[in-house]
């Protein structure tokens, strides 16, 4: 109830002499009081006090009083992570379960049928493997991203997710940050499967990990933060992905992109449309990885 709103009438039964009673309280009216609310002023007996910074309140008061407050948000509309970066140790926790069941457990089986692999026929290799058989492989696209096999490969991996993830967790929240870093990683693997979708077999989160410097690049320009050190980790990443030989350059290009894209829809959307800008966002970026798919598999699909 609000302050402004007209007060109930309080319920005092004539006295013995015939004079008004004490108080009873609104919601036990067997219970005599001589306490009010000190927000609308109703008579509250000790089973309704509810401790306020003045007085009492009544617990009708109690509940308006927290409908009334705004939920906290982060810059960009997310939910606070408390300081603790939840999603990113959980995705630290499940890359390296799945590093050693593929590596050390169930080597060879887990990695084949984990790994992003597409073969389209040709004369050579006469039936279709991987994602290019269809729908019923595209899961190949996700699972990839969380498969390492070589101990170098997954432990700079989680070192730039660790150094990076916290940060872009903080501002967005967690469910964005988590919809970023998966976005990220399914749309390097389906450019690489439309870049090279006939012959091509990659793993790894190096595209949704590209997905995160792509972001973070956003983010500080967002927040007018100093842009040379992170632009130039990203460079010095480019040059390593485009010069070492069998590094898949098509996944971190394509998550890349999506992050950033993805960041700078989360990041820039009017305060009044927030939300819808947002979500629409991301259903932006996952209509594209599914173009993506779809044209792949026009040109490679058995």
């Known amino acids: 109830m609000l302050p402004?709103?007209?007060r109930p009438p309080i319920d005092r039964t004539p006295g013995p002499g015939g004079g008004p009673g004490p108080a009873r309280c609104y919601r036990h009216p067997e219970q005599e009081t001589g306490i009010g609310c000190s927000r609308c002023g109703r008579p509250i007996c000790p089973q309704c006090m509810v401790n306020a910074s003045v007085g009492f309140h009544c617990p009708e008061c109690v509940q308006e009083g927290g409908r009334q407050v705004r939920r906290a948000t982060t810059r960009f509309g997310g939910r606070p992570a408390g300081g603790d970066p939840l999603v990113t140790k959980a995705l630290i926790g499940i890359n390296l379960v799945v590093f050693v069941l593929a590596a050390y457990v169930l080597t060879p089986w887990l990695a084949y049928d984990l790994?992003?692999?597409?073969f389209a026929p040709d004369p050579a290799y006469p039936f279709t493997n991987g994602v290019a058989e269809g729908p019923g492989?595209?899961?190949?696209?996700?699972?990839a991203v969380f498969l390492h096999t070589a101990p170098w490969h997954i432990a700079t991996n989680m070192l730039v997710l660790w150094v990076l993830g916290p940060q872009l967790e903080a501002a967005l929240g967690r469910i964005r940050f988590l919809a970023l870093y998966l976005l990220s990683g399914l749309a390097g693997s389906a450019f690489a499967f439309l870049v090279a979708g006939d012959s091509m077999r990659s793993l790894g989160a190096s595209g949704a990990v590209f997905g995160l410097l792509g972001a973070t690049v956003v983010?500080?320009?967002r927040v007018r933060a100093p842009l040379g050190p992170i632009v130039a980790l990203l460079v010095?990443?480019?040059i390593v992905t485009f010069s070492v030989q069998g590094i898949d350059w098509r996944a971190h290009l394509g998550g890349l992109v999506a992050g950033m894209l993805t960041a700078a829809g989360l990041m820039y959307a009017p305060r009044a449309r927030r939300a819808a800008v947002q979500?629409?966002?991301?259903a932006g970026v996952a209509g594209l990885v599914?173009?993506?798919l779809l044209v792949?598999?026009?040109a490679y699909g058995g």
């Open 137 to 143: 492989q595209w899961y190949r696209l996700l699972t």
């Open 290 to 292: 599914l173009v993506m």
């Open 4 to 6: 402004d709103e007209p």
């Open 279 to 282: 979500w629409l966002t991301l």
């Open 296 to 298: 792949g598999m026009s």
């Open 236 to 238: 010095f990443n480019l």
């Open 219 to 221: 983010l500080y320009r």
């Open 115 to 118: 790994e992003l692999r597409s």
